[in-house]
C-alpha cells in the first residue's frame, strides 16, 4: 500500500507515540526521530518479501549523514550500526557504542529523516569467559544509552561454548529489543558454517525460550577490503535458511563490502536475508577513495588507495591521513584506525568538502537500497507494524517447539561432540 505525504505524516506521528522504546522515550523526550527496535526494521523486509536493508556501520558522523538522507530519499526503513572493534571500550573509531544514539537522533531531527531507523551494536564479542563478565556489566550501559537491537557474537567460541555464552546473557537484553546471534566467524572461504552448526545454536536457543531476529553465518565473506572473488555463498545461505525457517529467523549478511550487485541480488532473492552490513565500503566512500561500483576500494600497481582529487576529504587532509598511516607503517586494511585521530580534522574542513562527503556516502546507500537490496518504500511497513502491534515491541516472531530438557548445559556440552566443523584458522577476524 502508498500513501499520501499526508497521510504518512499522520501515520509517521502516530508511531512516535508509541513505537520508540522506553530508553529512546527517557534520553530523547521530546524528539521527532523514529528510532525503533530492530525488530521493526526486520519485520518491514519481510513484509515486503525479498528485500533486505542497510546496516550502515557509522564510523564518522558523515557515513551516519549520508545513510539517513539515503534512507529518507528511498523512503527505507535503515539500521544504523557500530562494531565492538570499532566503537567499543578499545574502538579505533570516534562514534561508539555510547554516543552512536545520540548522533542519529540529533541527525534524524536536523535532516526531517522521517522513516523509522534502528541504531544496532554490531558483533559484541564474546571471545572467552572474562569477556562474559565483563558484558554483564558493559550491555546494559549500551540499552542505557540508546541501542535499540545487538548482535551477541560468540562465534569464536566452539559450538557449546557460543551456545552457553548466549543464554548466558541473553537476559541483559530487553525483551523488546532487536537480537542478532552468529555461528561461524567471518574468515572468507575458510571455516564456512554447515547447517548443522547454524541448527545447533539456533534450537539451543529455541530451547530456553530466546528467539533471534537474525543469525549472521560465516558465508564466504571478509571484514574490510574484499580480495577474494568467491564473495558470498548464495547456495549455502539459502540452504542453511531454509533448514531453519520453522525457527523463524532471518539471515544478516556480513561483509557485504567488496562483494558484487548481483552476488548481493541473489542473497535478497533466493535468501531470508534482512540486513546487510556495510562497513568499509562507506568509509572509503567518505574519504573520496577510487572504488568500484558496489564500494570495494581500488588500488595502484603499487598496493595503494587512490584518492580522486575533489571527491571526498580536502587532498591537503588526505596526505595528512597518508603521512600518519606510513608513519605507522599501517597496511591497506589498517587505514580503518585512521577514523579515530582524524575525525575531528575531517569535521573542521569547510562546508563545501564536508557536503561531498556526505553527499558520495548519501549517493551510494541510495543506489544499493533502492536498485541492490530492494527496500525501496519499506518505511511505511516498519510504521504500519508499529501501529498494528500498537507498542514498540512487535513481540518474537517464533515460539519454543524445543524441549528444555534436552537442553540443559551438559546436553548442550554432550550434543556439540557430535557436530563435524571446520571452523577455520585461528586469528584476528574482526574488523
Given at each position: 500500500?502508498t ?38 526494521i526486520?519485520?518491514?523486509m519481510l ?24 534512507a529518507q ?16 571500550a ?5 562514534v ?8 542519529v537522533d540529533s ?7 522521517t ?17 562474559i ?7 546494559p ?19 557449546d561454548?557460543?551456545?552457553?555464552a ?36 539456533i ?12 543469525i ?5 565473506t571478509?571484514?574490510?577490503?574484499e ?13 542453511i ?5 520453522k ?9 557485504t563490502?567488496?562483494n ?19 562497513a ?26 587512490i ?5 571526498g ?6 596526505q ?5 598511516a606510513?608513519?605507522?607503517k ?16 575531517m569535521?573542521s574542513?569547510?562546508a563545501?568538502?564536508?557536503?561531498r562527503m556526505?553527499e558520495?556516502?548519501?549517493?551510494f546507500?541510495?543506489k544499493m ?5 530492494n ?25 519454543r517447539?524445543?524441549?528444555p530438557?534436552q537442553?540443559?548445559p551438559?546436553?548442550?556440552i554432550e550434543?556439540?561432540k557430535?557436530?563435524d566443523?571446520d571452523?577455520g584458522?585461528?586469528?584476528?577476524f574482526?574488523?
Open positions: 500500500m500513501y499520501t505525504p499526508e497521510d504518512y505524516q499522520k501515520k509517521f506521528e502516530q508511531a512516535l507515540e508509541i513505537g520508540r522504546p522506553p530508553n529512546i522515550v527517557a534520553l530523547f523526550p521530546n524528539s521527532q526521530a523514529l528510532i525503533v527496535s530492530g525488530r521493526y526486520d519485520r518491514a513484509k515486503k518479501g525479498k528485500a533486505m536493508t542497510m546496516a550502515a556501520n557509522g564510523r564518522s558522523y558523515f557515513v551516519i549523514r549520508g545513510a539517513l538522507l539515503a530519499r528511498a523512503n527505507a526503513a535503515i539500521i544504523i550500526e557500530i562494531a565492538k572493534s570499532e566503537g567499543g578499545k574502538a579505533y573509531c570516534a561508539n557504542y555510547w554516543n552512536i544514539a545520540r548522533i541527525l534524524c531531527n536536523e535532516l526531517n529523516i522513516v523509522p531507523v534502528a541504531v544496532h551494536a554490531d558483533h559484541y564479542g564474546i571471545k572467552g569467559d572474562e569477556d563478565e565483563t558484558a554483564r556489566t558493559e550491555i550501559t549500551l540499552f542505557d544509552a540508546g541501542m535499540t537491537s545487538i548482535a551477541i557474537d560468540a562465534s569464536h567460541l566452539p559450538d561454548k557460543n551456545l552457553l548466549s543464554i548466558a546473557l541473553h537476559s541483559l537484553v530487553p525483551e523488546w529489543a532487536g537480537y542478532e546471534t552468529e555461528v561461524g566467524e567471518i574468515k572468507g572461504k575458510s571455516g564456512l558454517s554447515t547447517v548443522a552448526e547454524a541448527l545447533f545454536l534450537q539451543g536457543l529455541n530451547a530456553h525460550s530466546i528467539f533471534p531476529d537474525w549472521a553465518l560465516n558465508n564466504g571478509t571484514h574490510g577490503i580480495a577474494a572473488s568467491e564473495g558470498i555463498q548464495v547456495e549455502l545461505t539459502a540452504a535458511h531454509q533448514a531453519l525457517e525457527y523463524g529467523v532471518s539471515g544478516a549478511q556480513h561483509g563490502s567488496g558484487s550487485s548481483e552476488r548481493l541480488r541473489q542473497i535478497v532473492e533466493k535468501t531470508r536475508t534482512t540486513k546487510a552490513n556495510v568499509t565500503a562507506l568509509q572509503m566512500i567518505s574519504w573520496g577513495l577510487e572504488v568500484n561500483d558496489y564500494g570495494n576500494a581500488i588500488l595502484d600497481a603499487d598496493g595503494n588507495f584518492k580522486i582529487s575533489h571527491e576529504l580536502s587532498d591537503p587532509l588526505w595528512q591521513m597518508i603521512a600518519h606510513q608513519a605507522g599501517m597496511k591497506a586494511g589498517d587505514y580503518k584506525k585512521l577514523n579515530l585521530p582524524f575525525e575531528n580534522r569535521l574542513q569547510p563545501p568538502i564536508r557536503e556526505t558520495r556516502v548519501a549517493s546507500v541510495y537500497l533502492v536498485d541492490v537490496f527496500a525501496r518504500d519499506t518505511a511505511p511497513l516498519a510504521v504500519d507494524a508499529i501501529l498494528e502491534a500498537g507498542s514498540h515491541d512487535p513481540g518474537p516472531k517464533a515460539s517447539i524445543e524441549p530438557d537442553w540443559t551438559e546436553k548442550i550434543r556439540a557430535s557436530i566443523s571452523k584458522p585461528a586469528g584476528d574482526e574488523d
